[in-house]
């Protein structure tokens, strides 16, 4: 048969076709597994299928050792040839199939044009599936055309020819006749011609020529004495015979027959032996294929596996890169960190140094306003006191405010630094609340009275008469709270309600309301105006604020740990609530009120001594201080004090402390120095808390602040004079 011819080129084509591989790293070289194809291909042909299979088998595994996909296919190839042969067709097309895989793997395009070759043989001769043997002959047509391989390229061609015309089909098998008659050279073997003729002459007896046809059919049988393979022979004469007996010539056709039957009889015998053979081995046929199977299982979970552990140190590599990455990027964030804290550090000591200089700014600044303002505040007030006549003028009571104003804006900024700065402490003093809300009161009466509005105070009577606490914080919150009240109320009422809320300990927890029914704050508006500098719903005529009121009523609040509630609605009103524990301890005040209760009153006449640089303010100090009947010396720096301190002798000394040349602590200390026991008190305009502790280590007796309420200074005079001498007659 035609197929035969096409296996036994596989053998010789394996040299040919075996692309020079180099040698892999193992026990096993290439040229072994060559070998060993070779062998099984021998053995094949000499039709030993035990020998060619044990050996095809072992190049199979040794193949997939080195990962050879072009002597995996070839030897699965040799392998499909052998079931094929041996009849076990189902066998032959699943190697040959494995073949054809690993074929295109490897894209070798003779391995890919044989084993289409062969699978087309198997199934249009064995199967008799004439339409997949065309397609796998036309496979393997295309593949041959890839790399003009003539012989095959003819081969395949016959093949096509023989498929189409055994179905009947002349016309689509004539285009490959006629190619084979152009390329008869390519086709090599005596049976081939045989092929060729008698196809040739069922061709012509198709078309009805019968001379032509006769003449090819003889030509066919001329060679039946010198081929080796009669299959091919035995076609031709039954060709023939059908042809002789379609013309006619009974007696010749059944002659054909004859030798067509005595052929087939002798391969008939062929294939019995070949058959003996095979029932030798087809016990272990099963078993083979199990064993191929594992081997190509084996490989495949052995690269799975090296799959596996490839992935497995990559993995670990990865891992590893990664845990490094962590380890310089955590070195590197500690290097960060260390430069952060440095920098961290610089910045804070950058802030504390910007908060140390703001601190002095403000306090500097409050102290040059002071000073001026003293003096304004001072002669307007000398000027109104000896000109009683100017008491109408509107241009010195505006002067009036505009100084007061100033004043009460130095004061709260510098108030706002002190608690931003948390250099506010709450003082434990004893008060009355009712005293209290009276002096705010009629202090704001004035105010009242400008917008026609009435000041209502209820206070609970079950709020204990004294009661201990920071009561100038408390008068500054309600003073604020109530003169922001009477500002935005007109013909209206104001009430300030403080109620006992509840009592835990000695503490009484006061609640206090400040109501009016004004202007009222709209909704927007209600969390802004805690803000500093924040002013909303203000006529330019109402000018009488800094904005700065609420904001320190609120962190006042803050100092007493508590909040400040607000409740407003535009055009009805507004109240401020809030709750303050007060101490009630009367041990505690009766204590503090017999230290308070010392006679003051004096009417004898002092000497004082005026230590002061500023000519204004020596103006407006002198005259406060000679009204009362006060003798005073007025000197301009801590030298000339030192100076007439030596020859003259002073009830007190009030002595500025910011002066040009000796400031008044180093004065202070050199008098001291000088054993002159004399009260100093500190006039100044620096805030108390400020320069306190200098002040007491100079020596000072006490601080006045500048501007002062002239009642107050007196109150220290006489109490500080009245001290000293009654420590004088002890002495
Ligand atoms: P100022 O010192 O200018 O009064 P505040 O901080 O005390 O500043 O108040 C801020 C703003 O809050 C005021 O300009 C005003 O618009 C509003 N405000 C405060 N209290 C009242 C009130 N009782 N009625 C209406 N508006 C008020």
């Known amino acids: 048969m035609l197929q035969y011819k096409f296996c036994f080129l596989v053998f010789v084509c394996l040299h040919l076709f075996c692309p020079d591989l180099s040698a892999q790293n193992s026990a096993v070289t290439i040229e072994t597994v060559k070998n060993l194809t070779q062998q099984s291909c021998d053995y094949l042909d000499e039709t030993n299928y035990e020998k060619s299979l ?109 498929s189409y015309f055994k179905i009947g089909n002349f016309k689509e098998g004539l285009p490959y006749l006629q190619y084979i008659n152009e390329h008869q050279n390519d086709l090599k073997g005596k049976s081939d011609d045989i092929a060729l003729n008698f196809l040739n002459g069922m061709y012509w007896s198709h078309q009805n020529e019968n001379r032509k046809a006769d003449q090819y059919f ?151 306003l002071r000073t001026p303002l003293y003096g304004v505040v001072g002669i307007t007030n000398m000027l109104l006191e000896e000109h009683k006549e100017l008491s109408q003028s509107q241009h010195l009571s505006a002067l009036k405010f505009s100084a007061r104003y100033l004043l009460s804006l130095v004061n709260d900024i510098l108030q706002i630094n002190k608690i931003e700065e948390n250099k506010v402490v709450l003082e434990s003093l004893t008060f009355n609340i009712s005293d209290e809300i009276t002096v705010i009161r009629n202090s704001l009466s004035f105010l009242a009275q400008k917008n026609n509005n009435k000041i209502n105070v209820d206070i609970d009577e079950a709020i204990p008469e004294y009661l201990i606490g920071d009561k100038l914080r408390l008068g500054q919150i309600l003073m604020n709270l109530v003169s922001n009240a009477l500002k935005f109320t007109k013909d209206g ?48 005529e109402d000018y009488q604020g800094t904005g700065l009121g609420l904001s320190i009523v609120k962190r006042l609040l803050g100092l007493f740990g508590s909040s400040i509630t607000l409740e407003s609605d535009l055009g009805a009103g507004t109240s401020f609530s809030f709750v303050i524990p007060f101490e009630h301890d009367p041990l505690k005040t009766r204590k503090i009120i017999e230290n308070i209760e010392v006679d003051l009153t004096s009417n004898d006449i002092y000497k004082i001594l005026i230590v002061e640089d500023n000519l204004i303010n020596q103006l407006v100090t002198k005259k406060i201080i000679e009204k009362n009947n006060f003798i005073c010396k007025v000197v301009d720096d801590g030298f ?54 200098e002040a007491v280590s100079a020596g000072m007796n006490d601080i006045i602040v500048k501007p002062f309420e002239p009642v107050k200074l007196f109150k220290i005079l006489n109490y500080l004079i009245t001290e000293s001498k009654s420590a004088k007659n002890a002495g």
Do not use: C
Request: aromatic share 10%; proline share 1%.
């Open 493 to 540: 009422e104001v009430e300030i309600i403080v109620k006992l809320n509840k009592i835990e300990g000695s503490f009484h927890y006061l609640d206090f309301l400040i109501k009016d029914n004004g202007v009222g704050i709209a909704a927007v508006d209600q969390n802004k105006i805690f803000e500093k500098f924040v002013q909303v719903g203000r006529k330019d």
């Open 54 to 162: 044990k050996k095809s088998g072992l190049a199979l595994k040794y193949a997939f050792d080195l990962k050879n996909d072009t002597l995996i296919a070839r030897n699965y190839n040799i392998i499909g040839i052998n079931f094929h042969d041996l009849g076990e067709l189902d066998k032959a097309v699943f190697f040959y199939k494995k073949a054809l895989f690993y074929a295109e793997k490897s894209n070798i395009v003779s391995l890919k044009t044989m084993i289409t070759s062969n699978l087309g043989n198997l199934y249009f001769f064995e199967k008799k599936m004439y339409s997949e043997g065309i397609t796998y002959y036309k496979q393997s047509l295309k593949f041959g055309q890839q790399q003009k391989y003539q012989k095959e390229i003819a081969i395949t061609n016959l093949n096509l020819v023989w």
């Open 218 to 368: 003889l030509k066919a049988l001329s060679q039946n004495k010198s081929v080796d393979d009669k299959q091919d022979l035995s076609y031709a004469y039954l060709e023939y015979s059908k042809f002789l007996d379609k013309i006619g010539k009974h007696e010749q056709a059944y002659d054909n027959l004859v030798l067509y039957n005595k052929i087939t009889d002798e391969l008939f015998n062929k294939s019995k032996l070949k058959k003996a053979s095979k029932a030798g081995i087809s016990l272990e046929l099963a078993e083979y294929k199990r064993h191929i199977e594992k081997i190509e299982n084996e490989k495949t979970s052995q690269t799975q596996s090296l799959k596996k552990s490839r992935i497995i140190v990559i993995l670990f590599i990865l891992i590893s890169f990664i845990l490094l990455f962590l380890i310089v990027t955590l070195i590197k964030n500690i290097g960060l960190k260390k430069k952060h804290n440095l920098e961290l550090l610089e910045a804070k000591e950058i802030a504390e140094e910007a908060s140390t200089l703001k601190t002095q700014f403000i306090s500097t600044i409050s102290h040059e």
């Open 640 to 693: 000339a004090a030192l100076k007439i301190l030596e020859k003259e002798e002073f009830d007190l000394i009030l002595m500025d402390i910011n002066m040009p040349l000796m400031n008044g602590f180093e004065t202070t200390k050199r008098i001291r120095l000088l054993e002159i026991k004399t009260p100093v008190v500190a006039l100044t305009a620096f805030d108390k808390d400020e320069i306190t502790h």
